[in-house]
């Protein structure tokens, strides 16, 4: 993967990327241009569930170990 971000604000923008695949309503070829903001609203749901499972996993974890895991 060359393009892609978990957030939509980032100082520096990388370019496009153009991409090839099959339109799905006509059935031919067809190449478009996505943003890495585009591929950070759709894996929006995915990282926020992501985080409330780490979050989920931390609150469970003893004191001494959680400590050691925020620091690395």
């Not at 939509?8 to 067809?30: C, H, N, S």
């Not at 749901?45 to 989920?56: F, H, N, P, T, Y």
Request: aromatic share 2%; charged share 35%; no cysteine.
């Amino acid at each position: 993967m060359e393009i892609g971000s978990a957030v939509e604000d980032l100082e520096v923008e990388p370019e496009d990327m153009e991409v090839q695949g099959r339109d799905l309503i006509t059935g031919k070829p067809k190449e478009i241009a996505v943003s890495y903001k585009e591929i950070a609203r759709a894996l929006d749901k995915s990282i926020l569930r992501i985080e409330d499972a780490i979050m989920e996993t931390l609150s469970q974890t003893p004191p001494e170990l959680a400590a050691d895991i925020y620091k690395t």
